[in-house]
């Protein structure tokens, strides 16, 4: 896409038609029509989008196989290695031809690891969907042997049949094949251990439950502390209509759209985002997988019915499968969310023509519903701030993707022809474009990505449309925090919040740990706006530098409180490192109790006050998503 975008603007400056279409460019006030300009341009100049394919085959799906088996006989195999062997074979799933000897072969392969691992269900599940396949007789036996040895570690007790299977298997493996004996003595010792099974009673940490105390009667995710407001100095933005405490629930936000960044493709579920050590892939492109069959149907459903070909043509274009694919799948979900073409139309005419700021994107009974398309789609654009040439390759992009949904899906019925002159005249495709375009606009603007916990770092799994969080503005010091569990996020309240005060989240970097104009500088480049909170406006020093409460703080009284108060912390910061905090929720209230004292007696900033809210972060951090390496 980036070559077919630089040609079609050298061709136009080749021309001498870049001022021209540019001045044409400016005067024009919608993306419907942005976009039937750029489609005609594209016709003037001849520029059809092309895009190779990424189909699944045979010659790539042994490819993989073979790098994960020379990956997994080296020696020392340890978690971080596991990790690539399975991507290697997931990833030789995903390339192999539906119901193929190659996709038999990689699940099998696959089963391997998971047995190394202690994934038993998991290794069960690839197991039988190997059997299930082309999998090659000869081979059988190995599989119902790593089968047997599952149920038994799982503490399975009925294994007589498939002790039965096994050995019938065994049976028929030629007896010059030098593992017929170790699968044979290997049967023996799991009968044998199958004799004094204890069954298994496996601890699930309980799931903790989360909710506002009371629902805020406009914003039904959120709590009712809060409120939206609009002005002309910041916009639409979400102010505390109480005080509000430290670690008080604000809103539970479920994701409008979600989208799972290409570097997990391996290793979680393309519709939950969760963690899957055991996918199974797409039956048509080789970029969806999924952790169950429940999750692959519910998002052909959804959008990947329409969005798969896509897939296949724009896979090999990494940088742009954040913006373009979501920008796409959240039109999927707009047109899906109503009966027609025309009653979306319809909708979004409502919401352009409300002259009220603050309400704009409000349903008919006066309500913010973050699962509704106009909540989305009255989220800022920049559009005004945005130079003429940014909005016209943004522009470029939305139609490339509007070719590609009309002459190779069924979006708009049948496949349309592939003539950009009778695509600009379809009225249904235009609207179509139009929301793509919009939607690239809002991305980068609006977006949150949805993380998880790696060791000790937090890490990007996907990137999510929240509409309300996407109110919330920005400080490089916040007063919120965003939790990423399973299907929703949690924001809470890291400080202590007073009443009429507005809540802020942070856009980029935190003040302790980035220099103000390295701040500064990406929060106007992407969001077009100049920071003026008060680490900005004060110049706070970098974490290094911060000043102790045991030097900023005079009264000797005070000091103590705050010594007392922090006399557990350095124990928490530990048990935090190591992980150690599913079962002592008393950690969390200590902490909080910690960041409320240091408000009420120490003055900002604080190194103190950063090392808190930091090790609450992680302690969140461990209760919400996570991935945990696999321990051999």
């Not at 170790?182 to 049967?187: A, I, M, Q």
């Not at 109110?471 to 399973?486: E, G």
Request: one cysteine or more; aromatic letters at 10%.
């Amino acid at each position: 896409m980036d070559a077919f975008q630089l040609t079609l603007l050298r061709n136009i400056t080749l021309a001498n038609k870049s001022v021209s279409l540019t001045n044409t460019f400016k005067t024009i006030k919608n993306d419907e029509e942005r976009v039937v300009f750029t489609l005609n341009v594209m016709k003037e100049f001849n520029a059809i989008p092309r895009a190779k394919d990424v189909p699944k085959n045979s010659k790539d799906s042994e490819k993989f196989r073979e790098e994960g088996n020379k990956l997994f006989v080296t020696s020392p195999l340890d978690g971080d290695k596991c990790i690539e062997v399975l991507r290697l074979y997931t990833k030789s799933i995903a390339y192999a031809p539906c119901s193929s000897v190659e996709l038999a072969l990689a699940y099998a392969n696959r089963s391997a690891v998971l047995l190394k691992i202690h994934k038993y269900t998991e290794c069960i599940q690839d197991i039988d969907r190997a059997l299930s396949l082309n999998y090659p007789d000869k081979l059988r036996a190995k599989l119902y042997v790593r089968r047997l040895e599952c149920l038994v570690s799982i503490g399975e007790s009925s294994i007589e049949e498939n002790y039965k299977t096994a050995m019938h298997w065994l049976e028929k493996m030629s007896l010059d094949d030098p593992n017929r004996e170790r699968f044979k003595t290997k049967l023996q010792q799991l009968q044998g251990q199958s004799n004094n099974l204890i069954k298994n009673n496996l601890k699930k940490q309980k799931k903790q439950q989360i909710t506002v105390k009371s629902q805020n009667t406009e914003v039904p995710c959120a709590s009712d502390a809060i409120a939206i407001k609009y002005n002309d100095q910041y916009g639409r933005h979400v102010i505390a209509v109480r005080d509000i405490f430290p670690g008080e629930v604000i809103a539970i936000e479920k994701p409008y759209a979600l989208l799972l960044l290409p570097a997990n493709i391996y290793s979680h579920c393309s519709n939950c985002l969760d963690v899957s050590w055991a996918n199974i892939p797409c039956d048509y492109c080789t970029y969806a997988m999924y952790c169950s069959e429940k999750c692959k149907l519910e998002e052909w459903k959804k959008y990947h019915n329409i969005e798969c070909p896509l897939f296949s043509a724009l896979s090999n274009m990494s940088n742009y499968l954040k913006l373009d694919l979501f920008s796409t799948r959240m039109a999927i979900q707009a047109i899906r969310e109503f009966n027609s073409f025309e009653d979306l139309r319809k909708e979004l005419k409502e919401v352009d023509k409300c002259d009220d700021f603050r309400t704009r994107g409000f349903s008919s009974d006066k309500k913010f519903y973050t699962n509704k398309y106009r909540s989305v789609y009255s989220l800022s654009t920049n559009v005004e701030k945005r130079p003429p040439a940014d909005l016209f390759r943004k522009s470029i992009d939305a139609c490339f993707i509007l070719y590609l949904l009309a002459t190779r899906t069924a979006m708009f019925g049948d496949k349309l022809q592939e003539n950009l002159s009778i695509l600009a005249k379809n009225s249904d495709a235009t609207l179509v474009g139009g929301l793509i375009l919009k939607h690239q606009q809002i991305i980068p603007t609006n977006m949150h990505m949805f993380v998880e916990e790696y060791e000790l770092n937090n890490r990007q799994r996907g990137v999510i449309a929240m509409p309300f969080c996407s109110l919330i503005n920005h400080s490089c010091d916040p007063n919120v925090l965003r939790n990423s569990r399973l299907e929703h996020v949690v924001l809470y309240a890291a400080y202590p919040i007073k009443k009429g005060e507005q809540l802020l989240d942070n856009y980029g970097q935190l003040y302790a740990m980035t220099p103000k104009e390295e701040r500064q500088q990406p929060l106007l480049k992407q969001y077009y706006f100049e920071c003026k909170c008060v680490p900005c406006n004060e110049d706070w020093p970098l974490y290094f530098n911060l000043p102790s409460y045991k030097v900023t703080v005079k009264n000797s009284r005070n000091k103590s409180i705050i010594t007392s108060a922090l006399r557990k912390f350095d124990a928490y910061v530990t048990l935090a490192t190591e992980g150690d905090v599913l079962d002592k929720p008393h950690i969390v209230q200590d902490l909080l109790k910690m960041i409320q004292v240091l408000y009420d007696h120490a003055p900002m900033p604080c190194k103190e006050m950063c090392d808190v809210i930091e090790t609450l972060k992680r302690v969140y951090g461990l209760n919400g998503n996570r991935f945990d390496k696999p321990v051999i």
